[in-house]
């Protein structure tokens, strides 16, 4: 985490290291195209019931999704939105990531913000997310809750 970020955590009471299980409740399959070397999919949606270390971050999670994968190496990209609901409030925001298969099985892992709304107003929610594709496995989150907005990426120096 940035400097700022560790900061105005140390000054929130209400910040939080949050811990997530994600348990997949639908699936709304995407259009699919098939191309040499590259498969792309659009406007995926999976809904998720959350259970959260911090009942803020509890809720229906509602995740909307695009993947482009190279068939000869069976990785790609993945990039949407997410969004929480619960009584308190909404959290929305953007994600990346990657997916990527391995002898295993399919793999994905990404990461976003989202900014809060109702209670949760001025402040943000950082997650990443490592999972199984396409199952009934519970997906395990790892995140920061703090108060502001997100910051500016600090330059490399």
């Known amino acids: 985490l940035g400097s700022a970020v560790l900061a105005q955590m140390d000054e929130d009471a209400d910040a939080a290291y949050v811990t997530i299980t994600a348990e997949p409740r639908e699936f709304i399959e995407p259009s ?11 406007d995926g949606v999976v809904v998720f ?4 270390s911090d009942p803020r971050l509890s809720g229906e999670f509602s995740t909307f999704w695009n993947v482009d994968v190279d068939l000869d190496t069976q990785h790609g990209m993945m990039w949407g939105t997410t969004r929480i609901d619960n009584a308190g409030g909404t959290w929305e925001g953007p994600f990346t990531g990657m997916e990527y298969e391995t002898a ?18 001025d ?8 999972a ?26």
């Open 104 to 121: 295993e099985g399919g793999l994905y892992a990404t990461s976003g913000v989202m900014t809060g709304s109702g209670e949760y107003a």
């Open 49 to 52: 019931d959350l259970e959260a």
């Open 132 to 157: 199984e594709q396409h199952g009934g496995d519970l997906h395990r989150w790892h995140g920061v809750v703090y108060k502001g907005q997100p910051p500016a990426p600090e330059p490399a120096e």
């Open 32 to 42: 699919q195209s098939w191309g040499d070397p590259l498969y792309s999919s659009r």
């Open 123 to 130: 402040y943000a929610f950082y997650y990443h997310v490592d």
